[in-house]
């Protein structure tokens, strides 16, 4: 499937990014966002999709683990861009992706075209009642301009109008779905002393409700760097200065992650981050929607943070987009009829397992807004409570839960008889003790 020109409205480009430590450390980063394992083997295929769309680029690989790495063209510079974190076992690696020059894409895919300095204003309609393209407003002047499309992407993130814009032009909004646990988290990066030394490599301190709301985790980066997160829920926030963020640390259930910070420098600020409402738009329970417009990412379906799944499941909607896109033009091309609510079901399917696993852990909280755990989620927690503490001695189980939080597989892979059996000896011989 060839797409004749791609148009990519409200683009922010990002200037003078340096977050790899090649130079002197400039704090000048966001908190940690993180992604799990299935978002990387994900996001990789989207990135050969780049090499192979691009034009004969220079191609460099580096594996290592799970640590990959590619150049556009290596006399460049300005042609890498953003990053993404793996762990290589050892460390967090921070790779640099794409371009943060707005001209580099451009060079290497032509019918790329970066629309700068607008905002999405309303669809536009033909006379068949289908999205034929949208309104944008020119920040830089007080002219509006029209972009035409066959296939409008909405992938604008959380603060997504498509609602707004779908009943301007007729139709219904989607039905909204707000799971909120209220938590909030911190970031600060420290640097390691020198004489420093732990027999472990990462460190995370899990909050355990009711008794306890906070967590917290440590990630080494390069050049003797760490990375912390605290994270307090049911509006437990962490603090945004330096001193309260080392109280806080001391405040877990562990004391771990205090004990290793206390004597590290600090070398940035303090980055918070409150906005982590699971929040699900579901376009797939309407009954009529526009054709010549999709919803993806963000757009649909938000996650709290704090899970990792948010960057996976974005990489996931595209590649499935690209897949009903080269089913639906298999005999058709360029047609799009009747294409919206099929994409939008199937997009939906994608999406239900990663919404219950993060909502069924929001559910824990008390505080906890926009629903309550039914039974068959407490069961689910209970379950996943009990696999937890068996994974601290049986690798099987560790190596399981771990493919699943990462989206590797399925749940159904903590389900198997083996695993079943485990958990089912364990809570009986539990019982057994308590038993008088």
């Not at 683990?65 to 150049?71: A, G, I, K, P």
């Not at 999205?131 to 604008?156: I, Q, R, Y």
Request: positive net charge.
């Amino acid at each position: 499937m060839r797409l004749q020109r791609v148009q990519v409205p409200e683009f922010r480009v990002l200037k003078n990014v340096d977050i790899t430590f090649e130079k002197a450390f400039v704090p000048n980063i966001f908190p940690i966002g993180s992604q799990n394992g299935g978002g990387k083997s994900t996001l990789l295929q989207l990135i050969f999709v780049l090499l192979h769309c691009s034009k004969n680029p220079e191609r460099h690989v580096f594996l290592q683990n799970m640590l990959y790495e590619f150049t556009i063209n290596k006399d460049c510079v300005n042609r890498t861009v953003a990053t993404i974190e793996i762990w290589t076992g050892v460390k967090v690696v921070k790779l640099k992706f794409l371009s943060y020059k707005d001209s580099a894409l451009i060079q290497i895919i032509p019918n790329l075209e970066f629309v700068t300095s607008t905002l999405f204003k309303g669809l536009l309609v033909n006379t068949e009642n289908q999205v034929s393209g949208v309104k944008l407003h020119c920040k830089n002047s007080a002219l509006d301009k029209e972009l035409t499309a066959d296939l409008v992407v909405d992938a604008s993130g959380r603060n997504s109008q498509l609602p707004k814009f779908l009943e301007e032009i007729g139709y219904q909004a989607p039905e909204t779905t707000i799971i909120n646990s209220f938590l909030g988290y911190s970031t600060c990066w420290y640097e390691v002393p020198d004489e420093f030394c732990a027999s472990w490599k990462a460190l995370l301190v899990a909050a355990k409700p009711p008794d306890s709301l906070r967590g917290g985790i440590l990630y080494p980066v390069e050049a003797n760097r760490w990375a912390i997160t605290l994270a307090g829920m049911s509006k437990d926030y962490p603090p945004t200065d330096a001193d309260s963020f080392l109280k806080f640390a001391r405040s877990l259930r562990s004391p771990i992650i205090y004990d290793a910070i206390k004597n590290a420098k600090p070398i940035s600020p303090v980055y918070g981050y409150r906005r982590t409402e699971n929040c699900r738009r579901h376009y797939e329970k309407l009954s009529r929607l526009p054709d010549g417009i999709v919803a993806i990412g963000d757009a649909v379906c938000a996650f709290n943070p704090i899970y990792g799944q948010g960057m996976t499941t974005g990489a996931a909607s595209a590649l499935e987009l690209s897949r009903c896109l080269k089913e639906q033009f298999k005999n058709s091309p360029c047609n799009v009829k009747g294409f919206t609510l099929k994409f939008q079901k199937q997009l939906a399917k994608i999406l239900q397992t990663p919404w219950l696993m993060a909502t069924g852990e929001d559910f824990r909280y008390e505080t906890t807004e926009g629903g309550k755990a039914d039974k068959i989620t407490q069961l689910m927690q209970m379950y996943i409570d009990k696999i937890l503490e068996l994974s601290v001695s049986d690798s099987d189980i560790s190596k399981r839960f771990a493919e699943v939080a990462h989206m590797i597989k399925t749940p159904n892979s903590l389900f198997a008889l083996p695993v079943l059996y485990k958990v089912l000896r364990s809570s009986l011989k539990f019982r057994t003790l308590e038993a008088p």
